[in-house]
């Protein structure tokens, strides 16, 4: 796909313009609804096999009861589901195994029990074409992106398969490396696709990297400093925000540039449209490597004269929101948005990150819970 018809493409996947887009689940009566600008939906039908993809953390004891507990709810009220879990130690009982890549058999619902970092795993088994919808479960640590407790799963899949859940769809990003004449690095031609960040960084050389920033293929600048960020709306509060990056609404499109410890008091975060291309390169001046990190896990080290492009990849992660199964009943007592809301993001900037909250504030929510 040229650059023209790919922008041409992103425009339409990524229009500000907001709209209804429906998503099938088999055996469910309407379908998830979505209120964000959606790409080409990622549709079954109900004639088809239903299939769950279980991700999970490591299998320590509470993992294997909750996933006990999840395949006999499952087996009891939804019997006529495929259930599969991906090709790892200690596969659970009477469970289906499942193998991303060509022939990988087609997943309707993805289920992640862990913290944050299972999200990111299971964006990174659907690297290449559209991915199913997202149902997560918190067993870890922090948690901004886990819409729902694991004591609720049975109200959340039943939200799902009766078609009142709501997706948020969250961006991801498309990277490509290349080398000096422009060859791709990789072995594989697919570009990798990255939920949260692509990170440059200087790794363990006691040197700053020198990295030059391209924007739609127009030199932007010149950075010297500890390494670059490139992150999603997503992205924008986990390694970017550490580094100084501002916070970005998930259900907007755009691509956050964030330095990291710059040498020039003047190099500030930049948000850019959906629609531009950032390239990385590191500087043939530079006196170190870049190591480069996706969703905190290494992947590359690019030495002088080789670059990452990264772009809004077309095939954003539709994750199920906590606000699907609110009770109505809470609506008129003002504690938060019933059904189909997308408030989950003001209540996790508020509740984990404690965003603003003042020295007395705090004092006093001590203060209340005694």
Known sequence: MNLIARNIALRRCLSTHRFTRRWAIPGSSPAFFSTFPAPPPHRTNAEQAKSILIVNKLRTKPVIDTIDSFLDHLRTHYPNVRVFHEDRRDIPRDVEVWRPGDGAEKIDLVITLGGDGTILHASSLFKVGAVPPVLSFSMGT????????????????????????????????????????????????????????VALHRGSSPHLNTIDAYVDRQHLTEA?????????PTGSTAYSLSAGGP?????????????????SLSFRPLVFP?????????????????????DGQASHVLNPGESVTVRASLHPIPCINRSSISDPANDSQGEGAGPGKEDDWVRDINNLLQYNATFRSKALLRHSRM
């Open 142 to 197: 922090l948690g901004f992106l886990l819409p729902f407790h694991v004591d609720d799963f049975s109200k959340a899949l039943e939200s799902v398969f009766q078609g009142k859940a709501t997706v948020l769809y969250r961006m991801r990003l498309s990277c490509a490396f290349l080398d000096k004449d422009g060859n791709n690095l990789g072995k594989e031609g697919e570009d990798w696709q990255v939920m949260n960040e």
């Open 224 to 232: 010297v400093s500890d390494g670059l960020i490139v992150s999603t």
């Open 247 to 263: 916070i970005v609404h998930p259900s907007l499109s755009a691509l956050v540039l964030t330095p990291i410890c710059p040498r």
């Open 274 to 294: 959906a629609s531009s291309s950032i390239t990385l390169r590191i500087g043939d001046r530079s006196r170190a490597p870049a190591g480069v990190s996706m």
